[in-house]
């Protein structure tokens, strides 16, 4: 999978890089808005990862141009803003996604995923992993054949697993796919969810979900 | 606004009408005085009448003939005039037939006045020397009071009529006396933060009106450099602050991934993720709060029924105070559509269930209440916990502020509750905290206008 990378701090891009190198995408690294143009002129990439604060110019104008020239390679954008309407206006223009700074390599991973997947995959209503079987349009889930009592919100947060199986989902990406807000996140809400879905599908030495420690959990 | 043009409308009546009853009282003055003025003149034509029909050598006719010589004069004009010679010594030798026996009062010192007769009513006095003689002549007065009467009625009927008109005049001229000023109170009000660099139209007229439109205009400018600053300011900090804790971040997640390292160093990087993203939330809070004083936070306002908002929230509430072993009730009432961002009023909510479940005791209740009183949404929150006294009430709502009697506070950054004031704050609302009359601890009132 090959990405763009533009970003003009030095030290952030290399860790981004090596990061994602390290995942096996091939990484291209740009550090102003020409060489990033020179770049997509040159080849063209299963994602872009923006930030927005570039030496030559906004981001945005960038993604904007890009946008209105036909570009149409998913974008990610990397911001420090985040207010809502910084949100809004990145996704108006075209972005993708927009991650908020400070963000986990796995959140950025995860989402570049989604991002390729949503461009490829066809929608199913149905999803399996495992032993766990849900029904997109019924909004049933089972689990050993035998039907989940589960409540929306469980039903929301296991949909988000089972959307993304065995990939680490940040608790921000959670809480705004459940939510469609990260103010949640300053609660232990969504924790207490997990536990209550955990109870009603793990038993004793086997585990379902996967706690990752500063970044969120993985249905495994 | 309403008010001054009001004001200048009936100022304006006022002022026309006051001028129109001077005008008035003077013309019925000056018109008065003229139409007595025409009554003497009758009366001394009258006279004159007499004189002449005496002839010079009155002195030498006997009474009884000039007796006779004025009736055969007078006889004729009887209903104008009322006619009386009085001899020197007293007496009287001639009194016109219409007077009956009455007599014509005499004013020692003017020789016109008005005066009133039994009977006949009032009327207009001339008093003619006809040596040795006095003539005496009233003519009546009820024309000049007709007319009078006629003047005081038209007068009137103007007044009336000049009272409307005037009202109406001062009302269109307060109207476009103050068009421009509603023009700098419209451009004022649509000025927010997302326009903030519209102006209020200056007009090319230098007149007291451009000058407020100026002064408004300069006011905006300074608004508009302090906002921008602390945009900028905001931006700047939030992108100095995070680019590095996302090094921070991303570094300690490498070492946890690494294979090499120890479990304690492990550890401290797991601590270090934890703490970044604590540090995180600090600093959106913070931000959030900046933003808000400069009043440069966008609320998503839409019209939102509540008793959906509520029961939406209810669902989490239920769930988190279950789990720390608190129980959460909603009561509410009447539901209705108003306009509020249901992101933040969330967010206010879930702060203060926060606090509400950590302040709680074992088992303790946690009552949420919605209503609706004067036109306002009020919200209570109240818990079961040890409640605060009243000078912390006072304070609660501040920035960074910890209760040393409070244990649980410490887990919190000390920013939500200041949070949850700047949310209700922008949304004109106001939130106040109490000792909870129904439980025995902290009830948080909100009311917000419809």
New interface residues.
């Given amino acids: 999978m090959k990405v763009l990378i533009v970003e003009d701090?030095l030290?952030?891009g290399q860790?981004?890089k090596?990061?994602l190198s390290e995942s096996r995408y091939t990484v291209s690294w740009a550090r102003t808005c020409a060489e990033a143009s020179d770049f997509l002129s040159e080849s063209s990439f299963d994602a872009i990862v923006l930030d927005l604060?570039l030496p030559d110019g906004d981001g945005l104008d960038l993604l904007r141009k890009w946008r209105q020239s036909g570009l149409t390679e998913p974008v990610v954008i990397l911001s420090?803003?985040?207010?809502?309407?910084d949100r809004i206006r990145g996704l108006d223009i075209g972005a993708d996604d927009y991650l908020?700074?400070?963000?986990?390599?796995?959140e950025l991973q995860a989402r570049i995923r989604s991002l390729v997947r949503r461009q490829s995959t066809i929608k199913t209503t149905q999803l399996r992993h495992g032993e766990i079987e849900i029904d997109l349009l019924g909004h049933t889930a089972k689990f050993k054949d035998q039907l989940l009592d589960l409540?929306?919100?469980e039903y929301a947060l296991l949909e988000v697993f089972m959307q993304n199986p065995g990939r680490i989902l940040s608790r921000t990406l959670i809480a705004e796919k459940i939510?469609?807000?990260h103010?949640?996140?300053?609660?232990?809400?969504l924790d207490?969810?997990m536990?209550?879905l955990r109870s009603k599908l793990e038993t004793p030495g086997q585990a379902i979900f996967k706690t990752v420690?500063?970044?969120g959990y993985q249905l495994i | 606004m309403r008010t001054i043009g009001a004001r200048i409308a009936i100022w304006y009546a006022l002022a026309a009408i006051l001028s129109l009853i001077g005008l008035s009282i003077g013309g019925y003055i000056l018109l008065e005085r003229h139409l007595f003025d025409g009554l003497d003149l009758l009366n001394e034509s009258e006279f004159q009448q007499i004189s002449a029909r005496l002839g010079p050598e009155y002195q030498n006719i006997s009474e009884p003939f000039i007796e006779t010589r004025i009736r055969e004069t007078t006889e004729l004009a009887s209903t104008l005039f009322y006619i009386e010679i009085l001899k020197p010594e007293g007496g009287i030798i001639f009194r016109s037939s219409n007077l009956k026996s009455l007599q014509i009062p005499v004013d020692a010192e003017l020789s016109k006045f008005n005066a009133l007769i039994d009977e006949i009513g009032e009327v207009r006095v001339a008093t003619f020397p006809m040596l040795p003689f006095r003539t005496i002549i009233a003519t009546p007065l009820q024309p000049v009071r007709n007319v009078m009467q006629s003047y005081v009625k038209v007068c009137a009927a103007l007044l009336m009529g000049m009272l409307i008109t005037s009202l109406v005049i001062g009302l269109v001229i307060s109207r476009m006396l103050l068009t421009p000023i509603r023009n700098i109170r419209d451009t004022a009000n649509r000025i927010r933060f997302d326009n903030l660099s519209e102006r209020i139209q200056v007009n090319k007229a230098e007149d007291e009106v451009t000058d407020l439109a100026l002064l408004l205009n300069q006011m905006f400018d300074r608004i508009e450099a302090s906002f921008n600053q602390v945009n900028r300011f905001t931006?700047e900090a939030?992108?100095e602050?995070?680019?590095p804790?996302?090094?921070?971040?991303?570094?300690?997640?490498?070492m946890?991934r690494d294979e090499h390292i120890s479990n304690k160093n492990r550890e401290t990087a797991?601590n270090l993720?934890?703490e970044?993203?604590r540090l995180?939330?600090i600093i959106?809070n913070l931000l959030f709060l900046s933003?808000a004083d400069a009043q440069a936070?966008?609320l998503?306002l839409q019209a939102n029924s509540i008793n959906a908002f509520l029961e939406n929230f209810k669902?989490?509430a239920v769930?988190?105070a279950e789990?720390s072993g608190k129980t959460f009730e909603l009561e509410k009432f009447e539901s209705r559509e108003i306009c509020f961002d249901p992101?933040?009023m969330?967010?206010v909510l879930?702060?203060l269930?926060?606090n509400a479940i950590q302040a709680s005791p074992e088992n303790g209740k946690i009552l949420l209440k919605s209503f609706f009183v004067d036109d306002k949404w009020h919200l209570t929150m109240e818990d079961q916990g040890a409640g605060l006294t009243s000078a912390q009430c006072e304070k609660v709502f501040g920035r960074f502020v910890r209760f040393s009697n409070l244990k649980h506070q410490s887990q919190g950054s000390g920013l939500?509750l200041a949070i949850c004031s700047s949310i209700v704050q922008l949304h004109n609302g106001n939130i106040h905290a109490i000792n909870s009359d129904l439980y025995s601890g902290l009830k948080i009132e909100i009311a917000i206008p419809i």
Avoid: M
């Fill in positions: 701090q030290k952030l860790v981004i090596q990061g604060g420090a803003r985040d207010t809502v309407d908020p700074k400070p963000f986990s390599l796995e409540t929306n919100r939510w469609s807000s103010f949640d996140v300053d609660t232990n809400l207490v969810y536990s209550r420690r500063g970044v | 931006a939030s992108h602050l995070k680019t804790l996302t090094l921070i971040r991303l570094h300690a997640e490498s946890v797991q993720i934890e970044v993203d995180t939330r959106e933003r936070v966008s998503d669902q989490d769930v988190l789990h992101k933040s969330r967010q879930l702060n269930l926060t939500g």
